[in-house]
Nanobody, 119 residues
Framework: QVQLVESGGGLVQAGGSLRLSCVASGHPFTMNIVGWFRQAPGKEREFVSSINWRGSNTDYADSVKGRFTISRDNAKNTVDLQMNSLKPDDTDIYYC????????????WGHGTQVTVSS
């Protein structure tokens, strides 16, 4: 498995931007697919975005399309999530996760970073 550590969360006003980073350590193959998820206390975890190893395949939840951009730098073992035009509804704990293939379940998770968007 791979170890994941998120950073970059914080408090921002609506309309502002944040850039989250996920730094990974461990076997590269186990982080072929990296995803970002978010979850608020008492709510179900929600998929936000994902990216494959080469960066050629990205996916976004409808709620963030056009506002969030996922990218990765394999030389630095990082996957970033640029979040623009933030809304109060984007307030959540954001987690990155990794898996080896598309058919696998995500089996490595970070501890999360809090994003709070004020109105």
């Amino acid at each position: 498995q791979v170890q994941l550590v998120e950073s970059g969360g914080g408090l921002v006003q609506a309309g502002g931007s944040l850039r989250l980073s996920c730094v990974a350590s461990g076997h590269p193959f186990t982080m072929n697919i990296v995803g970002w998820f978010r979850q608020a206390p008492g709510k179900e975890r929600e998929f936000v975005s994902s990216i494959n190893w080469r960066g050629s395949n990205t996916d976004y939840a409808d709620s963030v399309k056009g506002r969030f951009t996922i990218s990765r730098d394999n030389a630095k073992n990082t996957v970033d999530l640029q979040m623009n035009s933030l809304k109060p509804d984007d307030t959540d704990i954001y987690y990155c996760a990794a898996k080896a293939t598309f058919s696998d379940a995500y089996n490595s998770w970070g501890h999360g970073t809090q994003v709070t968007v004020s109105s």
